[in-house]
């Protein structure tokens, strides 16, 4: 990835990790809790694409994976962010923009879902069963609601930031630059400067060698 990529992603993650742990967490909401850093792993694979995706979504895993209070195995939220990673960066917008509010909060609601069906499955392979005691219906449904409410006000600006990185405006600044620049010249105004000035030179050499000549001819005299 690129470094504006890696440390815009960075930076995004590490605040979305941190809401999610003090604030969403404590809130005490009946079922599931909203999914912060989910929604930013959506947000940057809709711009960024499959690969950087699923980089994107197996670090935040991992950093949500070890990030206390953690009581999960290190690597099992890591391989769920990475497969919605990938698979979220494999229907991203054309040019990383969306055209309407239908398809990304479809996604949304999949992902979700989704996300939370994996957890469950890989935590059953490893003997966790706490989803059967919480109820897995419960937890898909409210998983589905907190994250469609949560999106509106997250991806569109995730989305937004990460496109700002792609454009780098320093580059566009200095094409800008020389845009004007060469604009500049094709309209021959730098080019009448120039020669306005070459002119005034001359003639003040001119004028020199005329004073000078005659200041000569009268000591010849």
Not at 63 to 89: F, Q, T
Not at 120 to 141: E, K, P, Q, Y
Not at 192 to 211: E, F, M
Request: hydrophobic content about 50%.
């Amino acid at each position: 990835m690129r470094i504006n990529r890696t440390l815009l992603s960075t930076a995004l993650v590490v605040v979305a990790l941190v809401i999610q742990v003090s604030v969403l967490a404590r809130l005490q909401l009946p079922g599931a809790v909203p999914d912060l850093l989910l929604l930013t792993v959506l947000g940057l694979a809709f711009v960024y694409g499959p690969v950087s995706g699923s980089l994107i979504g197996f670090g935040a895993g991992l950093l949500a994976d070890l990030a206390p209070p953690a009581d999960h195995a290190a690597g099992r939220y890591a391989l769920v962010l990475c497969v919605i990673g990938y698979l979220a960066g494999m229907i991203r917008p054309e040019n990383g923009q969306l055209k309407s509010a239908f398809a990304p909060m479809a996604v949304v609601v999949a992902a979700a879902i989704g996300s939370t069906l994996l957890y469950a499955g890989v935590g059953a392979l490893v003997g966790d069963t706490a989803a059967r005691h919480v109820g897995l219906g419960s937890l898909l449904f409210t998983a589905a609601v907190y994250d469609l409410l949560l999106a509106p006000f997250t991806v569109p600006l995730i989305m937004a930031l990460a496109r700002r990185t792609e454009n780098d405006p320093l580059a566009e600044a200095s094409s800008g630059g020389n845009d004007v620049a060469a604009g500049w010249l094709a309209s021959g105004t730098g080019l009448r400067i120039g020669n306005q000035r070459g002119g005034l030179r001359a003639k003040a050499a001119r004028n020199r060698a005329s004073r000078a000549g005659r200041i000569k001819g009268v000591k010849r005299l």
